[in-house]
């Protein structure tokens, strides 16, 4: 079963992370791919409904669905005639869902999707991966957002060693204090080279790819996480 953040931690996700740098991004794929604008889309882990608001507004055509399981986030949506919200979490929406969406967006959703061992989390990654791609018409396209770890030796350790320090419940308050506001649930992060493999075993094509700038990191992170760096990286998938 997939974790749940307290409202205390969720408060910290009230906010919308495509900026001004990474909206040309998402915008030049879907004027590519969806000419005419008319689009129906599923934004999972959509929380406060900020970005599904920016696409219903580029895109006057558009309708869309906001999902997210924390009511406290769902709740601070802006009604809208052409939005839909949902409160539940991903791995409820595959079964005996027939509606089917254009485009589906997880803007920075897979590493949250943990579980109570490393190992069900990435099972939880390549679930919802499954599901999505049950619930993506002909022709659809599939946004993501994830933050690339990746691992000075070796690639797969820093996510394996952020998931252990976050996901122990006895050191919850030390890791909060260093600054993981997921202490004591845990996040699930990968590395660039795993993001490509886990898209790509779930029958995706990458179609475009975006890294963004090296994040400035403290070289402890690099001594005691085994960081090499860290960036932010968006895939635009088919099947």
């Not at 970005?51 to 009604?79: C, E, M, W």
């Not at 949902?86 to 509606?99: F, M, P, R």
């Given at each position: 079963?997939?974790?749940?953040l307290?409202?205390?931690?969720?408060?910290?996700?009230?906010?919308?992370?495509?900026?001004?740098?990474?909206?040309?991004?998402?915008?030049?794929?879907?004027?590519?791919?969806?000419?005419?604008?008319?689009?129906?889309?599923?934004?999972?882990?959509?929380?406060?409904?900020?970005?599904?608001?920016?696409?219903?507004?580029?895109?006057?055509?558009?309708h869309?669905?906001?999902?997210?399981?924390?009511?406290?986030?769902?709740?601070?949506?802006?009604?809208?005639?052409?939005?839909?919200?949902i409160?539940?979490?991903?791995?409820?929406?595959?079964?005996?869902?027939?509606?089917?969406?254009?485009?589906?967006?997880?803007?920075?959703?897979?590493?949250?999707?943990?579980?109570?061992?490393?190992?069900?989390?990435?099972?939880?990654?390549?679930?919802?991966?499954?599901?999505?791609?049950?619930?993506?018409?002909?022709?659809?396209?599939?946004?993501?957002?994830?933050?690339?770890?990746?691992?000075?030796?070796?690639?797969?350790?820093?996510?394996?060693l952020?998931?252990?320090?976050?996901?122990?419940?006895?050191?919850?308050?030390?890791?909060?204090?260093a600054?993981?506001?997921?202490?004591?649930?845990g996040?699930?992060f990968?590395?660039?080279?795993?993001?490509?493999?886990?898209?790509?075993?779930?029958g995706?094509?990458?179609?475009?790819?975006?890294?963004?700038?090296?994040?400035?990191?403290?070289?402890?992170?690099?001594?005691f996480?085994h960081?090499?760096?860290?960036?932010?990286?968006h895939?635009?998938?088919?099947?």
């Amino acid at each position: 079963m997939i974790e749940q953040l307290k409202d205390y931690q969720l408060n910290t996700f009230d906010t919308e992370y495509v900026d001004e740098q990474k909206w040309p991004v998402i915008k030049r794929c879907i004027d590519r791919d969806f000419p005419d604008g008319k689009f129906s889309f599923l934004d999972i882990g959509g929380g406060n409904g900020l970005f599904a608001d920016r696409i219903l507004t580029h895109y006057p055509q558009s309708h869309g669905t906001v999902l997210d399981n924390s009511a406290l986030l769902i709740n601070k949506n802006k009604p809208h005639d052409r939005k839909r919200v949902i409160v539940n979490s991903v791995e409820n929406i595959g079964t005996g869902n027939n509606e089917k969406y254009d485009l589906i967006f997880l803007n920075w959703l897979l590493h949250h999707l943990v579980d109570n061992t490393y190992k069900l989390s990435r099972q939880n990654i390549d679930g919802t991966l499954r599901t999505v791609r049950s619930l993506l018409a002909e022709g659809g396209r599939v946004s993501i957002f994830e933050n690339m770890y990746n691992g000075l030796i070796f690639d797969r350790a820093p996510g394996w060693l952020v998931y252990q320090l976050t996901s122990q419940k006895l050191i919850a308050p030390i890791v909060a204090k260093a600054g993981a506001n997921t202490a004591g649930v845990g996040v699930c992060f990968l590395s660039e080279r795993q993001w490509f493999s886990c898209i790509r075993e779930r029958g995706f094509e990458i179609l475009d790819y975006y890294q963004d700038d090296v994040w400035e990191i403290p070289w402890t992170w690099n001594l005691f996480l085994h960081i090499r760096k860290i960036y932010c990286g968006h895939f635009w998938l088919r099947i």
